[in-house]
């Protein structure tokens, strides 16, 4: 019996155009007024899921969202921290400096602004067409010394400059924290250990769930891990070819209410 969604955004919910479908509104419904937790599972902060939140009915504080990739659990209306885990202050300037060495720009993602790095000439971050819903300052250190919170780098640049710098980027980096792209343009890292499928396992945690009672609906590479996790994977039609192969189901794509398939095929009435 299926207790807790987790449920991607971009790709997923999200039509292309950013929207979301009535069907996929009515399904969410559906799942929570049969006793079932809907949690948004994403990349974004809180403050650019909002309107989201509003529009499923979710933001009350009996229900909660999985942000930063699983890097922050909050409580939707009160903003409760339940659990949060953010690169260590001496790695910020390391792994920055390791990017922009590659002339990828750098953005940090705080919880109330993404911090800038300078841009390597020619190639300026994409980031800040994507995320408009957190203001942007140039990254500078405290008065003493520390950078600010820091749960996760972006870079966004050019699909082909990116592919084309991603064998370079060095094993300490790769094997050291979650290195994955979140779009064909755009690459994304966090702590080690966190993910998706850390951030839905703290949740289940939190809400006294067990792990089969858990569906996970997703489609890119930075749902893998809570695709694994879960005990029913969901991947949209839509999603990559290798991602397909984690699902237990395969559902109808983002532009055809491939949430709302997944939920009325598995939430029984």
Known sequence: MIK???LDLDGTLLRDDKSISEKNIEAIHFALDHGVEVVITTGR????????????DLNTA?????TYNGGLI??????KVM?????YDNEVEKVANTFLSLDLPVSAVGDTAVYEFPYPDGHPSYYKQQMTFLPYQSIERDADGH??????????????HLEAKLPSIPAAITERYEVMRSHPHQLELMPTGVDKGYGLSQM????????????????EENDSAMLQWAGTAVVMGNGREDIKELADYITASNMDDGVAQAIYHFVKA
């Open 4 to 6: 807790l969604i987790a």
């Open 74 to 79: 909050i409580q939707n209306q009160t903003q």
């Open 204 to 219: 289940a945690n939190i809400l006294n769930i067990q792990q089969s009672e858990v569906m996970a609906i997703g489609d």
């Open 83 to 87: 659990h949060t885990k953010t690169l």
């Open 45 to 56: 902060p809180l403050a650019a899921i909002n309107h989201i939140l509003d529009q499923l």
């Open 62 to 66: 009996e229900h909660y969202s999985i």
């Open 147 to 160: 950078w600010p919170d820091i749960f996760k780098f972006v870079i966004a640049t050019e699909k082909e």
